[in-house]
């Protein structure tokens, strides 16, 4: 289409109104702490939060661990429970999505699985792993597996028939057709699972450590709690925030690069 | 005799992704008389969609006006009725809901605006088919709805924007044959827009052409003086259709 | 007029085909019955055999059964049941009346959106779990925290379900009530809400599962009632066929909840029975 470039002018209100809100809901909630509308017990202000920032970043005191030894240990965990959810879930969706045998003997073990909140198998994995970090990543592995898995298995089903019959037509055996045009055509639904799973593994990651662990930004959470130090609670709140932002934008990425990588 | 609708030196300019400026109309000037059926013939990208909807009231013109009845146009109105070239039907509604709504929304009673959808829904062939959803029907059926569902709203002019541009050549065809059958069972001031040269003939009283690439201009305006309804293998269809080929840009 | 109507047959005849033996092995159904029988078997060989620390299912079917009528805690099983689903239901109608609504608002109108929006964003990586803490300091550990942390997370997916559901609508949409001569609340009416309503079920499906997460995860943390609190309940007292039975029932639980979601979201959408899903 031809055009001209010519410059508009956007309307800058937008703008003006969205820093002001962030401006006013920073100084409401220093406010209302610092005038004590609402006690320090309850909530710290955010000038607080960032002191104990700066701390924490050194000292260990006095929950056992520097902020940066926190945050890697939860990384850790995450990364590790969501590379094995990748290497188990795709695999088993895409074999459940093409070979019926696979499918009738996994799926009502997935269906009976599924429902329940990965959370609720804690008290297991202290049975089996104690609160290391093997327990921890097998709850985040349960809670990520799931998209991975069903995105597979759909992705394969979406194949177009029309490819799968060409196909058969030129003689093409089922493991090929499998491997040559259900797979590649199944990888943008298994992408589309990266950013839903990674969400799962973030949020019930936090469930595990806030109740089996010794370090990690959920243990920090909970033992801002135990002392009393909601600075703490805020603090580690921020953490898990900004991570999960964090590791999502390194996921949207990729995601961005290996989708175009596809289109090539 | 006034015209029903006049455009006087419509030129629209769009801007796309906040910063390109695309000239999309230029110039255009026409008339419509009133029961009269017009046809907009041009190919992809001439712009006249965008025309349609200026008269529809859904864009406004950069330059130029839109007058109609001798007032200007300066929103949409209940006046002029719009067929989507994508069907636009609400899919949420059956056939009868997609139908009804626009008397719903001017607040008629619910027995008096059964009785119109009914009339229309039958007017268009879609007798007994009143409660299905519109993933339910064709291409062909679906804009049959749009198509009712525009007459409903007793409009005084009817603006068809490629209403049979999704459809198979065969059902395409027979909907031509259908839109005539309406519009003289029922006379209203038609514009129709179409890439069709076929189609154009057809259903055409007079055909304005437009040029191919942005920003649209006029070509042409020709007479079809033909009786309806029309054959496609006429002597004199073949003959208009040749010579509207040779004069103008249009690449079938 | 019908030969055009009816354009499209489709026939769903199956052909006959020869009762075999691989038919029938490599039949679905039968592949289910395989893979449901041989998991108790091996939970149950597991079991017996003392490994991994779990209790037989034998074992753990007749501790439900048991608990329907036994009172634990002053509740029996269905009294838990009540318990988790109470909180549920509470926080998850705060979260989703005051969710929707919002998000909806977001949608349609700029000023509220670049009001809300950057503060939205600042909590929602946030997982709803790690306001359980907070949560607890400034309710203590009652029943009103662990509402608060449901509504919390059944918030956030509401309000991103309810934006998303009205910014993919086709705005050609609503050029149709425009040309019929409507105004602009009769746009929202007629064309925003119904044509947002399934996405705000998909909104209220996520939410439901956040909600069973997060009721979970504070009933874990503290608690004398609820599903949650039968399963540490059970790996306090080493009894492992507590905590699985717990488990299975919140299974059951948890998919009532989601089924009965399915069932209303149907009865309102009518226009997507026809439709297969996936």
Known sequence: MPYEEVKVKQPIIFKILAILSLLTFFGVWEFIVDAGIVPSTMLAAPSKVAILFVKKLTQANPDGATLGAHAWMSAKEAVTAYVLAIIVGVPLGLFMGWFKVVRGLARPIFEMIRPIPPIAWIPLCIFWFGIGIWGKVYIIWIAGIVPFTINSWVGVNMTDPALIQMARTYGATDWQIFTKICIPSALPMIFGALQISLAYCWTNLVGAELLAADKGLGFLIEMGRRLAMPEMVVLGMVCVGIGGALIGIVVDVLERRLLAGIRR | ?252 | MSNTIADEIVHHVKERQPLTIWSVLGNEYFLYCVSFISFLLIWHFIAAAGLLGLATPEATIKEMIRLMSVKLAGKNLFGHIWASSRRILIGFAIGAATGLPLGLFMALNRYVNAIVKPVFDLFKPMPPIAWISISILWFGIGEPSKVFIIVIGSFVPCVLNAYAGIRIIDPELYDVIRVLGGNRRQEIFYVSFPAALPALFAGIQISMSVAWTCVLAAELVSSRSGLGWIIIRGMKLTKPELVLGGMAVIAIVAWIFSAATSGIEKLLCPWKRGIKEL
């Not at chain 2, 030129?11 to 695309?22: C, L, M, N, P, W």
């Not at chain 2, 039958?122 to 009712?148: C, D, T, W, Y």
């Open chain 2, 1 to 252: 005799m006034t015209p029903k609708i006049v455009c006087e030196n419509i030129s629209k300019f769009f801007i796309q992704k906040g910063k390109q400026r695309v000239h999309v109309l230029e110039d255009i000037s026409l008339e419509v008389m009133n029961n009269e059926f017009l046809v907009i013939l041009g190919p992809g990208q001439s712009g006249k969609s965008t025309l349609l909807r200026i008269i529809a009231g859904l864009e406004t013109p950069t330059q130029g006006r839109v007058l109609k009845d001798g007032k200007e146009i300066t929103g949409p109105g209940q006046d002029r009725g719009l067929v989507f070239q994508s069907y636009m039907l609400f899919f949420w509604r059956t056939v009868m809901g997609n139908v009804e709504i626009g008397l719903k929304l001017r607040g008629v009673e619910k027995k008096e605006r059964r009785k119109i959808a009914q009339h229309y829904i039958n007017l268009v062939g879609l007798e007994g088919f009143e409660k299905h959803f519109p993933h339910q029907l064709s291409g062909g059926m679906k804009q049959r709805v749009g198509i009712a569902r525009a007459y409903a709203n007793n409009p005084e002019i009817m603006l068809l924007d490629e209403p049979f541009g999704q459809l198979d050549a065969q059902t395409r065809m027979f909907m031509e044959k259908e839109t005539e059958r309406i519009w003289q069972t029922e006379k209203k001031t038609v514009i129709f827009v179409t890439n069709n040269i076929d189609e154009a003939i057809y259903l055409g009283d007079r055909i304005v052409t437009l040029k191919g690439k942005l920003p649209g201009r006029m070509d042409a305006i020709y007479d079809v003086p033909l009786p309806r309804p029309r054959e496609h293998t006429d002597l004199e269809f073949v003959e208009l259709r040749q010579m509207i080929t040779d004069k103008s840009e249009l690449v079938l």
